[in-house]
């Protein structure tokens, strides 16, 4: 597909020049140019200059985009899409005072999910995430990653991941594939936790490899859930099998689950709303990416993840949205980088690299995606403002005008 995209007021490329990610300093640089056009051929970025200095080759569709903004489509690393009924009456209980954790421990939380999922149909399921994932796209998120863990035992989570699979191969959108197994403890299971540890280990990890299933494996790595020592023989056995760990990390309790992750080298570690000194120290001498949840704060009314001393420290950070029907029902990465910029000190500079280039490194991917680069995959967004300060300061709204997926216009 060849497109020619010309008269944009600020292209903000996220330029990294070959780096896989921005830390410190370099997050607040976007390289932007203004009066800038894009030349896309066959779904590649192949110019990218002021208006004037690219001419577009004859009979190319042309985009004039009139003084807009265009920003790298969005990747939004950390969701859990693919799920069956919703949650709203545990909503209505924490607005009048009830915890998550009392809700969990009352039998809601993430078996109450298990439940409407395992009833489901894969059709069903198919369906419902397809839709969201139409939503995500309209909001301006060109990659998504999927975790499975609604399903809990291997023919449900298996279930899951198939859906998964197939919304890979038909949809628009580029997805990634998480195997959460280790969400929580299924009811079978909730007199030997140790055997369901086990039978991920011996029997799910090595189905998931073979069949290719899945990229990456996730742990919710909690107090009440998934304690250090299981975490380590899921991210042992993994890694074992080429799978590549992240980890849902110090978001009720700091207790070690960050330096664990950054110890094994996961791509990711997310949430880290407890995140302290001990954590911010382990990831500083590794590789593993910060991946931080806003919305999950707003939504629970839980303090932020500690996103500045993060940057301060010179960690890769990403913003993702943790899109689920528990803890966080908002699937818009716009409104992620208003909350990075309110509440928790960020730019709206750091807010786009932490959502662009640093996410597609979340996900081992931003060799191909997460900048406006010549080489890399034409994935743009043209928004409906003059200045890309406007995205997160005017909130709550979808300011997207067009998307650009592999260098296709999309309908909708
Ligand atoms: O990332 N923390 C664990 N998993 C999800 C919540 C899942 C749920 O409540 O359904 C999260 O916040
Ligand atoms: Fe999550």
Redesign the pocket.
């Known amino acids: 597909m060849n497109l020619f995209i010309n008269n944009i007021g600020q292209l903000v490329t996220v330029a990294s020049h070959g780096k896989r990610v921005k830390t410190g300093i370099d997050m607040c640089e976007l390289h932007i140019l203004s009066n800038a056009s894009l030349l896309i051929e066959n779904g590649i970025i192949t110019a990218v200059g002021k208006n004037g200095e690219l001419t577009a080759p004859a009979d190319i569709d042309e985009i004039n985009a009139e003084g807009r903004v265009v920003i790298p489509g969005f990747v939004d690393s950390?969701t859990?899409t693919v799920?069956a009924g919703s949650?709203e009456n545990e909503f209505a209980m924490r607005s009048e005072g009830k915890t998550?954790q009392e809700i969990?421990e009352a039998g809601g939380?993430?078996l109450s999910?298990m439940r409407a999922t395992r009833e489901a149909t894969k059709h069903n399921l198919y369906k419902f995430a397809e839709r969201r994932l139409n939503e995500m796209m309209r909001n301006g998120t060109t990659t998504v990653e999927i975790k499975s863990?609604?399903g809990l035992s291997p023919e449900a989570e298996m279930n899951i991941l198939e859906v998964i699979s197939d919304l890979k191969r038909d949809h628009y959108v580029t997805i990634a594939a998480t195997f959460l197994g280790a969400?929580a403890f299924p009811p079978e299971y909730k007199d030997d936790k140790q055997a369901y540890v086990d039978r991920i280990c011996d029997y799910m990890l090595p189905y998931i490899a073979e069949k290719k299933l899945a990229t990456f494996v996730d742990v919710?790595c909690?107090l009440g859930?998934f304690d250090l020592k299981a975490t380590e023989q899921i991210i042992l056995e993994s890694k074992r099998l080429g799978l590549i760990p992240k980890l849902?990390a110090d978001?009720l309790n700091a207790f070690g689950a960050v330096e664990l992750g950054a110890k094994h080298h996961a791509i990711s570690v997310?949430?880290l709303e407890k995140t302290n000194e001990s954590g911010i120290a382990a990831l500083k001498n590794s590789e593993t990416i910060a991946t931080v949840?806003p919305g999950?704060s707003l939504f629970l009314n839980h303090r932020y993840a500690p996103a500045r001393s993060i940057i301060d420290a010179g960690i890769p950070l990403a913003i993702a949205t943790?899109f689920?029907?528990?803890?966080?029902m908002c699937s818009s990465m716009q409104m992620m980088m208003t909350l990075a910029c309110t509440q928790m000190q960020m730019t709206p500079a750091e807010a786009i690299t932490a959502a662009t280039l640093n996410a597609a490194a979340a996900l081992g991917l931003s060799g191909e995606i997460g900048s406006i680069e010549i080489g890399k995959q034409a994935d743009v967004v043209l928004y409906n403002v003059h200045d890309y300060r406007t995205i997160p300061y005017h909130y709550g709204i979808n300011h997207v005008w067009k998307v650009v997926k592999n260098g296709v216009l999309l309908d909708f």
């Open positions: 950390h859990h799920f949650r998550y969990a939380g993430i999910t863990g609604y969400h919710f909690e859930y849902h978001q997310d949430h949840l999950c943790d689920n029907p528990g803890s966080q």
